[in-house]
Every structure is written in C-alpha cells, then in structure tokens.
Nanobody, 117 residues
Framework: QVQIVESGGGLVQPGGTLRLSCVVS???????MGWWRQSPGKQREVVAS???????NYDDSVKGRFTISRDNAKNTLYLQMNSLNVDDTAVYYC????????????WGQGTQVTVSS
C-alpha cells in the first residue's frame, strides 16, 4: 500500500525559507516525482518535478527560488523554498510525476505553507 507523507510546512514571513519533505513508503522509490500546490479556489498545480536521474523542471513562478531534490536511499523527496512570497501560500503535496488515475489515489494530506507578515 503506497503511502505519501509530507511535512515541513509552516508560517513564514515574506523573504523567508522553508524546506519541505515527503516520505514515500509501500513502493519502490525510483520513479519521477513532483511537488504540487493548491491554494483556495485554485486548481492543484505542479511546481517542480525530478526524474529518477535527477533531471529537474520548474514552473516559471518558482524558478530560481525553489529547488527539488531526492534521496533515494531514504525514499524522500525535498523542496527547498527560498525567497518566499505571499503567492506561495498553499497546501503543498508530493506524488509521482506525471499523475495517472492510479497515482491519483496516492495523494497525501499535504503540508500547509503560509507566507504572511
């Protein structure tokens, strides 16, 4: 049974930093992974993805500020977020990338990131 657990969110001031973690269990952690976010009234959007060979891709809104990485030995995905702004406020989720009908079953609870002064 695949389980995804995100952590590391919190309240941070504009310009601040956070590091999100995502632990995947119940399956081999070798596929491409991604981080998504969803704010109230908006669709969930992918902000960063990483292949099994560590090739990365970022949405323009976070490029240069966020860094996605993975530790395959720990079955863990990370998102280092720097220079946060209020538009980054959202619940952040990780999952396999791209999403398929099967993988859509694996969504976790997410972790809330709030950027506010």
């Amino acid at each position: 049974q695949v389980q995804i657990v995100e952590s590391g969110g919190g309240l941070v001031q504009p310009g601040g930093t956070l590091r999100l973690s995502c632990v995947v269990s119940g399956t081999v952690f070798g596929s491409a992974m991604g981080w998504w976010r969803q704010s109230p009234g908006k669709q969930r959007e992918v902000v960063a993805s990483i292949t099994r060979n560590n090739s990365t891709n970022y949405d323009d809104s976070v490029k240069g500020r966020f860094t996605i990485s993975r530790d395959n030995a720990k079955n863990t995905l990370y998102l280092q977020m720097n220079s946060l702004n209020v538009d980054d406020t959202a619940v952040y989720y990780c999952n396999f990338h791209p999403i398929t009908p099967l993988r859509a079953r694996y969504w976790g609870q997410g972790t809330q990131v709030t950027v506010s002064s």
